[in-house]
């Protein structure tokens, strides 16, 4: 791959030069208060940002993988019944992380490109009546298959069962690119990380916990250490980490909210709805579907591209990185093979995607799928004019 | 615009990641030996580049114009004959140079988007049986109207003439992108920047100079000291400057000259080649003209594109800017509104070409011009497919 | 404090100007060819680093603390006997998880300012006729007191008592900085961090396994998922992580082992005990004494200056910050307030030194402890320029 | 030369992090309006910096002595006369330039560690009752000496000859350092770089012209293209250059004047006198003298130490980056071999500073001079402490 070129991975996200020279930092004491002065800037504005003002959040030098074991290991213990959707990669990730805990897992499985059975989840939680479901897993966005899931639904379906299981909400894709409304919705543990959304390298587990899954990690038994928010939590109030934190991406998290805030949250998810709906227009120019299902279950940050029966999607990706030094994203799992993936999240320009969607078009067209060339970028250029008439028109 | 985004300029450039860290440099002692083993090897780096192995090399803390009036007051006495063409923004300020310096400019007028009249040149040098000339100017590659010119040519007609004016060439858009033979060409003094074909930040006057062109400095009495090359070479015989280097653009430089030397200099051409090549096909593709008149003239760096009779081309330039935050190059001069400029010099990949020339199409579209969307992107994978495929039979 | 200042405290240390640009990369996608070329050379030179040859490497985007948990859930089962001397703060840490993790921890209180007690341990280890200990935890150095432990010895202990207990060394603040020989001492986990004398951030828990721990693991029954080395293994094994991986760290890491491979790991440990030998003389010279107890272990990576008695030594720290914008380490856990630490690891030069012996000169002097101005520093000098002496000699 | 240690020659100076990541930029297009957003409040900082509000500021891509050509070519016609004071290598390489420009020097020499000979000049001017000296030459402070003049006094001696001759004034050591009063001393040029007070890279040539200065220019009839300050207007105007502008360097100027004016100028300048003082108390100590003959000479800038009769002061120099891997500066022109300089200008703690006392006295112990290891460095502690003990009571 060219260094020159963007990625589409579905995260890590291009960084913008601005929060590299955040994350790029001398060493400085984190004991000392100059560490205060970044930590809780940063804690405040991913607060803002996923809408979680009444939650507490702890940030760990991990990633994603790292949050959804801290949601569990702090709020869990051996035995606890967990509910959850195996409906792509990283649902299906999650759920083997609560096999290995000893927790004791209701596994629906979804068809790859369908969202959250909510409606099951709810007569699944109705017939709970003892109580033994103590978490909902609920994937916000499915990377591997570019699938968004109502998790306000699901929220609704808790209300409606009248079930106090915890609700975890993988959000690891999806916050601070799409809506996301943790106080809203109720959410109990939220985990995302830091080179999605937030556009930095990768690094940090960020976890936001509401009062009632704080409350549940005082009796929860399954043993943590690393993950402990409860040292965290001392930590914090010291202006420290229970441990060496990670300085220079901490100062990436303070600088990265403060660039997504002053863009303002609605016009952040409006360019990625903008960009999605380019990239989603090219594919249909292509004459290809993506693996969701239906047009509500279009994810804004990536979209995962079915190619034609019998031809390995993986060839796309192979080909991409070495004859045009562009990485996109290999299908996953269940989908291996039968689609490749384009990531649009982070900060994306309409020049920077029509230079993937350009890219792609070649290399279908190299692999003889029967794409025009030029076709996929019209019917997205079709979408960015209508964006940036609007920003003239807004302008004026 | 946006910083995301790749620059259209031509020039400077993007500078590659790599580049920036060469030139982000600590403070070093500039009197210490570690300065000598910057800049010898960045001297002898440049001397490769510029296939000038008999040359001396002389960078000065400055820019382009700067190595211009290097090229002058170190070999021109007031009064001395210089012989130009005007056929750009670029040469018709060096001859304004020289007339400024007291120097007595033969000009010739050419329509901008001709190339340098080699023949009207010969006959002028033939006529000077008296050896008024004692300079011909020669401007390889005018940024300004995406031409090149045929320098080898021009030094036959000298030595047809038989006639001894120094040969000054301005390769600072064509040096390090397009093939320059500094000593098969016999040029005399040759000046370039860093912000070009050498991707780096502005800031730095590169010239070459012939033993002749040397040895004229002796006698030489236009004022100089600032731009001397007595001084200079003193300095760089105790490695060092006769006033402060610019330490950081040196050890640019240096490093820029490795990764051109290290990727060669015919493929270097013909990257270069292969994203000019895209360019001017998207330009076909849209009904546009170059203002380069014939193939012969187009350059590879940089393509000026007429727009049509009564469109102000300024106005894609300033569209692209404000609405997709892209740069692309106005009209200078004599083609002020009739042309715009893509600047296609540097290390680009066929991924970010692609960027520019859909971009180019939706500011057009914008714009009333009737352009078709995905015309030229289509055009221009055409030719970047083909090299691509060069690539992978080369690999085989 | 001050950006400009270089940091005393006992890690993360100062880092090299090419080490904050190595960890300075653009995204590149962690599932391409690049990406292997970046982890594998990574991994071989931390094992040159630290004598590792037989080790498998496991490097997870956590922090030290994350790899004493990787030890532990990996090798271990809940109930399984551990033996541990707590001798200061870190090895203190080490024995909390192990209790949270239901492991069964034979624990022997030493004074802060001991090392380990080998003979201790042999006597117990022999008396486990019945093989309940699976585990000895060694603090190699104990950061909070400065103290460097004989793991040689241990091992040596191990041997004696015939017993097959896994050796688990926290090497932290020694590994990179002093000798550790994994192979000959027969280490079976060896825990250290990016932060230390590697020269990075914060950011990576790095751990060595001895076939003996790999084999350990098929049993084990601790839970992991986030620090699981079979996961890890199947990741290596395709060029990839089971998670994202922290590029840039890891790209910092290669580059840390290639700079320190290059000075040649001896005197990469010379130069350590040069800078320690001279912050001592300075404590000598001040009249303090360390709170190491004998020289044999006095570390050549941190020292604990004890401070008179009745005096709050975490003033020192306070008013270097604020007084002089420098960090030193302050003390911990029971010698909280007892001693103030200087930290002297990583890339440090003579000159650096001397500017933090200097200002906790100065700042002592502030305090009213009666330190003569100029005295540690002249007694390090001393130090230093026998430094310069063998250096001279050696070019001779 | 070690990478990781300050440096202590006058110029370049140590750059401050923050102005590293302002001066590393991806390229901009520089005739786009966000030039215009960096372009202009630098130059709006730097009149502040230097208090020349009435003043037109000129910034060339170039150093100091393009500053003084600029100063020369743009005021200046040939056979004008020109008056200065030969008293260091600064001042003597200006009277050089003036003479090949084919000025007419009066040149007084003056022993090298005496300021300018103000009185000699106010006779000097008075008897030119001719008017024939169009232009004074002053050189702030010379770098060579250590000396600072008093261009206060220079200003009321051209008053009280009633003489109207230009006056320029050198101040490439002394701005933003040193009080530097440009409409109060009624200076005509200023000239200076950005590698000295302002703490970036070299780079550019920064002049400051007063309305009279620019009204000079329409009549100066030396040759100028590069430093023609009437290009650089009309640029300026139209929010560009006439040539390619350094914008990283600009960007960076821009953020260091931001810089200057937050901490004050009056503390930058208090803290150039505390750090000074503390290395000519140290001077003091080892039984040195600074070239500078008397106090009020004393720059606070840098400080040049003579050395023993018969002792190369260069041998400073070089041991000191060989065995310590410091920079000093080198004795220049009549005083090479006779005194070392320690520059101690820019962005310096006091732990810097110390960092360099402590080296000097190593290296000259070493080289056999009669220094006491540690006096300089408790000389300098002495009036270091009294700023913290400053700073103190300020904040009580």
Known sequence: MSLQNPVFIPG???????????????????????????????????KKVMMADAAELFIFPSTGTGGWETAIANTLSPGDGVLAARSGMFSHKWIDMCNRFGLNVQ?????????????????????????????????????????????????????QAGHDALLFVDGVSSIASMPFDFDGWKVDVA?????????LP?????????EKAVAASKTAKLPRTFFSIDDMRKGYAA????YTPAVGLLHGLKTATEMLLAEGMDNVFARHARIAEGVRAAVKAWGLDPCAKRPELYSNTVTAIKTPEGFDANRVVAHASSAYGMAFGAGLGDVAGKVFRIGHLGMLTDAMALSGIATAEMVMADLGLPVTLGSGVAAAQLVYRRGADAKRMAAE
Request: hydrophobic share 40%; charged share 20%; aromatic share 6%.
């Open 239 to 242: 202006n420290a980490y229970p």
């Open 191 to 199: 985990v995302t990380g830091s080179q999605k959304g937030f556009m």
């Open 107 to 159: 596994q629906l499985d979804v068809e790859w490109g369908e969202g959250l059975p909510v409606a099951a989840f709810e007569d699944i939680l109705k017939a709970d009546t003892e109580g033994r479901i103590k978490a909902v897993l609920a994937t916000h966005n499915e990377t591997a298959t570019g699938v968004v899931s109502d998790v306000e639904g699901l929220r609704k379906a808790l209300d």
């Open 202 to 210: 990768p690094g940090l587990a960020i976890t936001a916990f509401s």
């Open 12 to 46: 890590p996200t291009n960084i913008p030069d601005a929060l590299r020279k955040a994350c790029d930092m001398p060493t400085v004491d984190h004991r000392s208060p100059i560490f205060g002065d970044i930590l809780h800037p940063a804690i405040a504005g991913v």
